[in-house]
């Protein structure tokens, strides 16, 4: 199978695993020093060089290492998670992925992906809806011949969210 | 005479106000004060417009041109440090035909220029610059009457900003109080004082303020329930009634409260919330009084709410369920208010500017993981409040009466050393009592 295909696998039957609710799976997919960020996005000013700007290197809406993901889903296991019980309907929309250069490093063969994604969240029995809107940065490393998610940034399109509590992934 | 009488307006805002004095003192609230469109408008009046009002902390805005834009109700305000090093705060509003002058929530800039008409302000609010003013106004025209609105009342407790929509405002001192005792217990924590950690997150919950802001100042009683899943995971104690221990405070006339819990009897747990040895002995020395070292030693949670909307939370933590030792986090937060049953949280995370660095990143961890916008505390918290705000605003929901009972006929603690009102135990909803009498009464006035 080429790359391009392994990597869309990787991310659409992530996002799977995400919108079932299926964690524990999901942590499998991950290296032991992953690094997960969703930085707080602030306006500002346009950048004479132009791309990004407002992306705090020191705040974030989850900054996670294995051990407080792993915190999180056992959380959600408990029964007493009332953010997700009931579970949110959520479905993420994963598009416009770029894959970079495959690299030798000490750890394995990493390559960087680049991907948007738009998640639908609806609760309980209300009509209305929210959408996170976001570019990821991933680091996706090869380890006994599958991917796994080895760093992850999430720029977020939002400056004030437009839900009441990040109780899931991105 | 009813109050539907004094209030006037509509029977639905007079209704609701007479339910809310006559059942106050017994404990009885209508639920329809939570959610609903005449109320909202009447607490923009009577209560936002002339409370102080939490702005930024002063760490936001260390150098001279540092900004951020910050909000009072719909008014949005540059809260900026000028070249002279005085901060300030102008209404973001042009004078000549209303556009936004600040075009970032953060920065640092010299001047404002207009985008509209190129008024260009200095950051003292000073107008500046007016494009071909002699052609376009003529010799009359004077630029020192065409400043930047400056907010009616801004003033400074120690870092805090705070700013008031009303000129005759009293001082914030006198509106604080004796709750600035309480407060010092954090500011006055270290020589250096408070620095935030980045940027505030913001996330709308679709609730009442009141609401959010009841779980800071008094509900220690959810603990249980709401948070069962922490407590399952061994981050919050397993005995059932903990969040029971404490003293609950408050501030009689002026609607503030707060919370000062040791932890249960016997619990061993570490002094001063858990703060590294080397910070607990500079506060030996940073401490206005005695009294207050000899509180702080003892307290492992503790939580403020100042009338209105600003909430402070400090408890000892552990970062995740598997680190060996507790450490304590700071937020500040705003609960600010965009209409009935909606809001928008404003939560910053902080700490001691003279914390050792290795403390900083897990005190901001120890925030992110537990409290913010995807707080394993505050996201089943926020759930909860927009489904009581649901039922607030349904038509038969607003009628029914909230069970604000807890704690009445216990009698207030002689022995407590500071000031304000204390009772020995945190299963009491005495500081919402407090709180709805200076709403009552403002909403009245």
């Given at each position: 199978?080429?790359?391009t295909?392994e990597?869309?696998d990787?991310?659409?039957?992530?996002?799977?695993l995400?919108?079932e609710?299926?964690?524990?799976?999901?942590l499998d997919?991950?290296?032991?020093?992953?690094?997960?960020r969703?930085?707080?996005?602030?306006?500002?000013?346009?950048?004479?060089?132009?791309?990004?700007?407002?992306?705090?290197?020191?705040?974030?809406?989850?900054d996670?290492?294995?051990?407080?993901?792993?915190?999180?889903?056992?959380?959600?296991e408990?029964?007493?998670?009332?953010?997700?019980?009931?579970?949110?309907?959520?479905?993420?929309?994963?598009?416009?992925?770029?894959?970079?250069?495959?690299?030798?490093?000490?750890?394995g063969?990493?390559?960087?992906?680049?991907?948007?994604?738009?998640?639908?969240?609806?609760?309980?029995?209300?009509?209305?809806?929210?959408?996170?809107?976001?570019?990821?940065?991933?680091?996706?490393?090869?380890?006994?011949?599958?991917?796994?998610?080895?760093?992850?940034?999430?720029?977020l399109d939002?400056?004030?969210?437009?839900?009441?509590?990040?109780?899931?992934?991105? | 005479?009813?109050?539907?009488?004094?209030?006037?307006?509509?029977?639905?805002?007079?209704?609701?106000?007479?339910?809310?004095?006559?059942?106050?003192?017994?404990?009885?609230?209508?639920?329809?004060?939570?959610?609903?469109?005449?109320?909202?408008e009447?607490?923009?009046?009577k209560?936002?417009?002339?409370?102080?009002?939490?702005?930024?902390?002063?760490?936001?805005?260390?150098?001279?041109?540092?900004?951020v834009?910050?909000?009072?109700?719909?008014?949005?305000?540059?809260?900026?440090?000028?070249?002279?090093?005085q901060?300030?705060?102008?209404?973001?509003?042009?004078?000549?035909?209303?556009?936004?002058?600040?075009r970032?929530?953060?920065?640092?800039?010299?001047?404002?220029?207009?985008?509209?008409?190129?008024?260009?302000?200095?950051?003292?609010?000073?107008?500046v610059?007016?494009?071909?003013?002699?052609?376009?106004?003529?010799?009359?025209?004077?630029?020192?009457?065409?400043?930047?609105?400056?907010?009616?009342?801004?003033?400074?407790?120690?870092?805090?900003?705070?700013?008031?929509?009303?000129?005759e405002?009293?001082?914030?001192?006198?509106?604080l109080?004796?709750?600035?005792?309480?407060?010092?217990?954090?500011?006055?924590r270290?020589?250096?004082?408070?620095?935030?950690?980045?940027?505030?997150?913001?996330?709308?919950v679709?609730?009442?303020?009141?609401?959010?802001?009841?779980?800071?100042?008094?509900?220690?009683?959810?603990?249980?329930?709401?948070?069962?899943?922490?407590?399952?995971?061994?981050?919050?104690?397993?005995?059932?009634?903990?969040?029971?221990?404490?003293?609950?405070?408050?501030?009689?006339g002026?609607?503030?409260?707060?919370?000062?819990?040791?932890?249960?009897?016997?619990?061993?747990?570490?002094?001063?919330?858990?703060?590294?040895?080397?910070?607990?002995e500079?506060?030996?020395?940073?401490?206005?009084?005695?009294?207050?070292?000899?509180?702080?030693?003892?307290?492992?949670?503790?939580?403020?709410?100042?009338?209105?909307n600003?909430?402070l939370?400090?408890?000892?933590?552990?970062?995740?369920?598997?680190?060996?030792?507790?450490?304590?986090?700071?937020?500040?937060?705003?609960?600010?208010?965009?209409?009935?049953?909606?809001i928008?949280?404003?939560?910053w995370?902080?700490?001691?500017?003279?914390?050792?660095?290795?403390?900083?990143?897990?005190?901001l961890?120890?925030?992110?993981?537990?409290?913010?916008?995807?707080?394993?505390?505050?996201?089943?918290?926020?759930?909860?409040?927009?489904?009581?705000?649901?039922?607030?605003?349904?038509t038969?929901?607003?009628?029914?009466?909230?069970?604000y009972?807890?704690?009445?006929?216990?009698?207030?603690?002689?022995?407590?050393p500071?000031?304000?009102?204390?009772y020995?135990?945190?299963?009491?909803?005495?500081?919402?009592?407090?709180?709805?009498?200076?709403?009552?009464?403002?909403?009245?006035?």
């Open positions: 199978m080429n790359l295909q990597i869309l990787f991310l659409y039957g992530e996002a799977e995400l919108d609710g299926r964690y524990r799976e999901w997919l991950l290296t032991e020093d992953i690094l997960y969703v930085p707080v996005r602030l306006t500002r000013e346009r950048l004479p060089q132009g791309g990004h700007s407002g992306i705090s290197e020191q705040m974030f809406h989850l996670e290492d294995r051990t407080s993901l792993e915190m999180r889903v056992a959380r959600l408990t029964g007493f998670a009332w953010a997700e019980d009931p579970p949110s309907r959520l479905r993420h929309f994963v598009t416009n992925v770029r894959i970079g250069e495959p690299r030798h490093t000490p750890l063969e990493e390559v960087e992906v680049r991907s948007y994604v738009l998640v639908f969240r609806s609760r309980w029995d209300q009509p209305d809806f929210t959408f996170l809107s976001a570019e990821r940065h991933d680091t996706l490393r090869k380890q006994n011949g599958s991917w796994k998610l080895a760093k992850r940034l999430v720029i939002h400056s004030t969210l437009p839900t009441h509590n990040l109780s899931f992934f991105l | 005479m009813p109050w539907s009488k004094i209030v006037g307006g509509s029977s639905r805002l007079g209704e609701l106000l007479e339910e809310l004095a006559t059942g106050l003192e017994q404990g009885l609230l209508p639920a329809g004060i939570f959610n609903d469109p005449e109320i909202f009447r607490e923009k009046e209560i936002f417009s002339r409370s102080w009002i939490f702005l930024a902390h002063t760490s936001e805005i260390p150098s001279p041109g540092d900004y834009l910050r909000y009072i109700l719909d008014n949005a305000f540059i809260v900026v440090r000028g070249e002279d090093g901060v300030r705060a102008f209404l973001d509003m042009c004078r000549h035909r209303g556009m936004r002058v600040c970032a929530e953060a920065g640092n800039a010299s001047h404002f220029r207009c985008p509209f008409h190129g008024w260009t302000y200095r950051n003292d609010g000073a107008l610059g007016v494009p071909a003013e002699r052609e376009a106004f003529g010799e009359g025209f004077s630029k020192a009457d065409w400043s930047l609105l400056p907010i009616p009342k801004l003033e400074e407790f120690d870092g805090l900003l705070f700013g008031n929509l009303s000129p405002a009293p001082s914030l001192k006198e509106w109080g004796d709750a600035s005792w309480y407060l010092e217990l954090v500011t006055k270290s020589h250096a004082g408070l620095e935030v950690l980045g940027p505030p997150q913001r996330f709308v679709n609730t009442d303020w009141k609401l959010a802001l009841e779980t800071f100042i008094s509900d220690s009683y959810h603990t249980l329930m709401t948070h069962r899943s922490l407590i399952e995971l061994g981050i919050a104690p397993r005995d059932a009634k903990y969040a029971m221990y404490g003293e609950q405070i408050h501030i009689p002026k609607g503030h409260g707060t919370m000062v819990v040791g932890g249960p009897p016997g619990a061993k747990l570490p002094p001063f919330w858990g703060y590294p040895e080397e910070m607990m500079r506060a030996k020395t940073s401490y206005p009084t005695r009294t207050h070292w000899e509180v702080a030693k003892e307290t492992r949670i503790f939580l403020i709410t100042l009338f209105p600003f909430s939370h400090n408890p000892i933590r552990k970062p995740d369920h598997l680190y060996p030792k507790p450490v304590p986090m700071l937020t500040f937060r705003v609960w600010h208010p965009l209409g009935p049953g909606r928008e949280v404003v939560s995370g902080l700490v001691e500017k003279d914390a050792p660095e290795w403390f900083k990143e897990k005190a961890h120890s925030y992110m993981r537990f409290f913010g916008s995807s707080g394993t505390f505050e996201q089943d918290d926020t759930e909860i409040w927009s489904h009581v705000a649901r039922n607030a605003g349904s038969l929901g607003r009628r029914v009466l909230f069970n009972q807890m704690g009445r006929g216990v009698a207030p603690d002689p022995n407590w500071g000031p304000g009102v204390a020995p135990i945190n299963f009491t909803d005495e500081n919402l009592r407090n709180f709805y009498r200076r709403y009552l009464e403002l909403m009245l006035d």
